[in-house]
């Protein structure tokens, strides 16, 4: 017999908030296999001014919740295609597009003899979106991916209209959401983050936890190999997010970020790792707000006439001007 047909009952604790998340997915998910989710032991309850990230890459599983993005901005929600984090502001899509095989900043720095966030951020189509569309409009249309802040207040009692859930008692499964680090899966019990110390991210690794659990779910054991595998995802993910939550605050001595670090400031690279979170344009705004440029560029750009570029580059500005004044159509 598998572990989905033995699973009966789950209990969630922890954050009041991010407890709430992980038992509606997996309430939403296991509620054919008869499999009951109750709530535990919660903390206190966060202030309703304390906002949080719906980042991109949770957007399908708040839908799937029944909180799709146009019901979170109804509820107070914000449209974001950047964020702050440590006071450094990530965008969560790319700046222009590769041309000849090279990626669009090469190009720019060699037109411009130089790469800098303010030079780039023009090229970004989220950073146009952001600044130029009714909200309205944009979770309407759906133009580039992007990310909402809502109020956590507002986010729980969101959760708590959609699903009520009984008190926790004996279960045969526990998630316990509280703490930092790696999500770790020992017997009956997980321990998935909250991200305390890195909450713009809270949401986004429950939400990868309990994506990962339920993937491995149905033929774990007591011991078994799917439980060795979601630790060593959980720990190769967590490593990830260390190294940029360690260049957004200066300390930059783990091997895997000086490895960037010296590969971005000769000639642009940006060397990814295995189980990457974060895709190159938001390590190059990571980097160059941390004060790393590049000293050259990648010259296989060197192959298209300096003419030419520079004609593309006027073109895609062009066609993001076009972007901004279509927000009000």
């Not at 991109?56 to 449209?79: C, H, M």
């Not at 800098?116 to 970004?124: A, H, R």
Request: hydrophobic share 40%; net charge negative; with cysteine.
């Amino acid at each position: 017999m598998n572990a989905m047909a033995r699973l009966r009952s789950i209990t969630v604790m922890g954050d009041p908030l991010m407890a709430r998340v992980v038992a509606a997915m997996l309430s939403q998910a296991l509620d054919h296999h008869q499999c009951r989710v109750t709530l535990g032991d919660l903390g206190d309850t966060h202030a309703d001014g304390t906002r949080c990230l719906v980042g991109p890459a949770s957007a399908d599983a708040f839908t799937n919740i029944g909180l799709p993005q146009d019901k979170l901005l109804e509820a107070g929600g914000s449209v974001h295609f950047s964020w702050k984090l440590r006071g450094k502001e990530i965008m969560s899509g790319a700046f222009g597009a590769p041309m000849g095989g090279v990626d669009f900043h090469h190009h720019l720095h060699r037109v411009e003899g130089e790469l800098t966030y303010e030079k780039m951020v023009p090229f970004n189509p989220g950073a146009i979106i952001e600044k130029s569309w009714p909200a309205e409009q944009v979770v309407k249309r759906k133009p580039a991916r992007f990310g909402m802040m809502v109020a956590r207040g507002t986010l729980q009692q969101l959760l708590l209209g959609k699903n009520e859930y009984g008190a926790g008692g004996e279960a045969d499964f526990i998630f316990d959401v509280r703490g930092d680090g790696a999500a770790e899966w020992h017997g009956n019990v997980i321990s998935a983050p909250a991200s305390a110390s890195f909450p713009e991210l809270g949401l986004y690794r429950c939400v990868r936890a309990v994506e990962r659990f339920l993937a491995l779910l149905p033929g774990a054991e007591e011991g078994s190999s799917a439980q060795s595998e979601f630790n060593h995802l959980s720990l190769l993910e967590d490593e990830r997010i260390t190294d940029f939550a360690a260049l957004l605050v200066g300390q930059t001595d783990r091997p895997a970020l000086q490895r960037k670090i010296e590969a971005f400031s000769a000639c642009g690279d940006i060397p990814l790792e295995e189980y990457e979170l974060f895709p190159p344009g938001q390590w190059i705004c990571a980097l160059l707000q941390s004060g790393f440029a590049p000293r050259d560029y990648n010259h296989m750009a060197d192959r298209i006439p300096i003419a030419e570029t520079r004609q593309w580059l006027d073109g895609l500005l062009a066609q993001l001007d076009q972007l901004a004044r279509s927000g009000a159509d």
